[in-house]
């Protein structure tokens, strides 16, 4: 059984930074890439960042560009998405996934293997 657990969330203040974990189970981890998207209260799942199954490839949503970092530790089946610089308009529900093709990530939800259950993150202004 596949499991992708988040993990990290929680109430901060505006500029402030927190860090999400996803740890996963039930898969050849190391195959797989992970992204983090996130959904707002009213607005639909948007994508955040991708990390390739080696973590040599990172690619990230134009909002979040230089104030977010995704990376991984295959030792431990877990991935991460360090956040700074946090924004009111970061307040959401974090999910994490995985899927085998590092592009399809980027795409959106439809085509992506596994999801998460998600994380909530609140800013607070």
């Known amino acids: 059984q596949v499991q992708l657990v988040e993990s990290g969330g929680g109430l901060v203040q505006t500029g402030g930074s927190l860090r999400l974990s996803c740890a996963v189970s039930?898969?050849?981890?190391?195959?797989?890439?992970m992204g983090w998207f996130r959904q707002a209260p009213g607005k639909e799942r948007e994508f955040v960042a991708v990390i390739s199954w080696s973590g040599g490839a990172v690619y990230y949503a134009d909002s979040v560009k230089g104030r977010f970092g995704i990376s991984r530790d295959n030792a431990k089946n877990t991935v991460y998405l360090q956040m700074s610089s946090l924004k009111p308009e970061g307040t959401a529900v974090y999910y994490c996934?995985?899927?085998?093709?590092?592009?399809?990530?980027?795409?959106?939800?439809?085509?992506?293997?596994?999801w998460g259950k998600g994380a909530l993150v609140t800013v607070s202004s």
């Open positions: 996934a995985a899927d085998l093709d590092y592009g399809e990530i980027p795409k959106g939800k439809s085509g992506i293997d596994y």
């Open positions: 039930g898969l050849t981890f190391s195959v797989y890439s």
